[in-house]
């Protein structure tokens, strides 16, 4: 079939038109409804609410006009087929305070979109399956730290992952059919975070600061989320958060296979030999030996200012290299393509807005076809 034949007119668009879209185009700008009305100049913030709130549906003529201010096809604004989950899903953040409810919307309105990348991907092929082992927390009956420590063990046992570091935490995710992006665009404040969308779980780590350590920290703290808090989505209390960090030091570290290399006291070239082995953070390491018990709490306690003294709370010794990168979307383009689907017809199917999709997949704007010799 010829793609000019698959393109949606646009009073068909009229008629599929999705509030939601409308919306998740709006936040992904960073608009409000009063901004975007007098980006489009003819309509009032009154009817974007309407259409949003699904009380009326926008003209053609409209739809047009909105499309070009929020830098969106129009077909964008047509429902997808298949099932919504729009409003039924939480981020967990991690640091609510510190993010604006723009930003905050903004990031979530991205971690939507790749959402929809990747369920328009798998029309084409085969992503891997999602397999996520679940293990509520019932923060009613506080459990204990010792149920952390087993939900962790859980998980790498499900998915088969061998004693020690795990090698690339980002990659494991991936494998197991959770999308991770990456923020290449500026919305600063938010770190990481996750939605757990039910068909595909999305972990957003935040603009790159360049420390493996710490972003892989991040990936396993948002995996605590998924894997502890679920679907139900409190957002970012200071329970959860502490239950998510003791997840991503156990998933990490697991007790067994760590306890006995960790140091009681404050032998700083074996922690830092251990960040080599380990991957994570002196910091991480000096914490762990705490919660297991290795180090007492004094020792801890001078450690702990240590680091801030040294300015190592900022920036450690011995840095690790390149923060581990998300694949699964890019590889899933590419792989696409070799079935004679190009990059530019996909998008253009799909409905998503290029610039973004670009973005999400960390795909230069620029990009220029390479000949291949
Ligand atoms: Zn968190």
């Given at each position: ?7 949606l ?80 899903v ?76 795990v ?30 969308f ?35 989505g409190?957002?970012g ?9 003791e ?42 030996a ?84």
């Amino acid at each position: 079939m010829k793609d000019s034949q698959l393109k949606l007119e646009p009073g068909d668009i009229s008629a599929l038109f999705d509030r939601a879209r409308l919306r998740m185009a709006r936040e992904l700008r960073g608009l409000t409804q009063v901004q975007l009305a007098r980006e489009v100049g003819s309509v009032t913030a009154g009817s974007i609410s309407q259409f949003e709130n699904g009380h009326t549906k926008p003209a053609a003529s409209t739809l047009r006009r909105l499309a070009v201010a929020l830098r969106v096809p129009p077909s964008f604004f047509a429902a997808p087929a298949r099932p919504p989950a729009h409003e039924q899903v939480n981020g967990f953040f991690r640091s609510l305070r510190s993010t604006s409810p723009r930003d905050r919307q903004q990031a979530l309105a991205y971690v939507h979109l790749a959402r929809e990348l990747a369920l328009e991907l798998e029309k084409y092929v085969v992503l891997p399956p999602l397999n996520l082992s679940r293990v509520p927390i019932d923060n009613e009956n506080s459990l204990q730290l010792v149920d952390i420590e087993q939900a962790a063990a859980q998980v790498r046992h499900h998915w088969n992952v061998p004693r020690g570091p795990v090698q690339d935490v980002v990659r494991l995710l991936e494998g197991n059919g959770i999308v991770v992006v990456r923020f290449r665009v500026g919305i600063e404040k938010v770190d990481a975070f996750c939605v757990d969308f039910p068909d595909r779980p999305v972990v957003a780590l935040g603009a790159d600061k360049g420390l493996r350590d710490r972003s892989r920290f991040d990936v396993a703290h948002e995996l605590g989320h998924l894997v502890l808090h679920g679907v139900a989505g409190a957002v970012g209390d200071k329970v959860t958060e502490n239950q998510a960090h003791e997840f991503a030091a156990a998933f990490l570290m697991p007790a067994d296979d760590i306890r006995s290399e960790l140091p009681d006291r404050l032998d700083w070239p074996t922690f830092l030999r251990l960040k080599a082995k380990w991957h994570v953070s002196i910091a991480a390491l000096l914490v762990r030996a705490k919660t297991l018990g290795v180090m007492d709490e004094h020792t801890y306690a001078q450690g702990w200012k240590a680091l801030s003294v040294r300015g190592w709370r900022k920036v450690e010794p011995g840095p690790l290299g390149n923060p581990e990168g998300p694949v699964l979307l890019g590889r899933a383009v590419e792989l696409m393509e070799t079935t004679g689907l190009s990059f530019t017809d996909f998008v253009s199917r799909s409905g998503l807005p290029e610039a973004d999709v670009r973005v999400l997949l960390g795909r230069d704007i620029s990009e220029r076809p390479r000949v291949e010799i």
